[in-house]
């Protein structure tokens, strides 16, 4: 898996995830620290997050560090 497809995984993720716990995006922004702008970015490949902002995600959506790169 090349970068670029890591990064489209990634976000497709992180949008499942985010559905799974009925929030919308304004929510998880909210809850993580982050703005909606660079949330959205991140679920449509736009924007690359760095692993402060992965931890801040997975924490807001209340679950293991890990769970986020579970892509299958």
Request: aromatic content about 8%; hydrophobic content about 40%.
């Amino acid at each position: 898996m090349d970068e670029a497809e890591f990064y489209k995984k990634l976000g497709k993720r992180i949008k499942i995830l985010r559905e799974n716990a009925h929030l919308t995006q304004e929510k998880l922004a909210e809850k993580s620290g982050i703005s909606l702008d660079y949330l959205g970015k991140i679920e449509v490949n736009i924007n690359k997050p760095g692993l402060k902002t992965l931890i801040k995600l997975s924490d807001a959506l209340d679950i293991p560090f890990k769970d986020i790169f579970d892509f299958e």
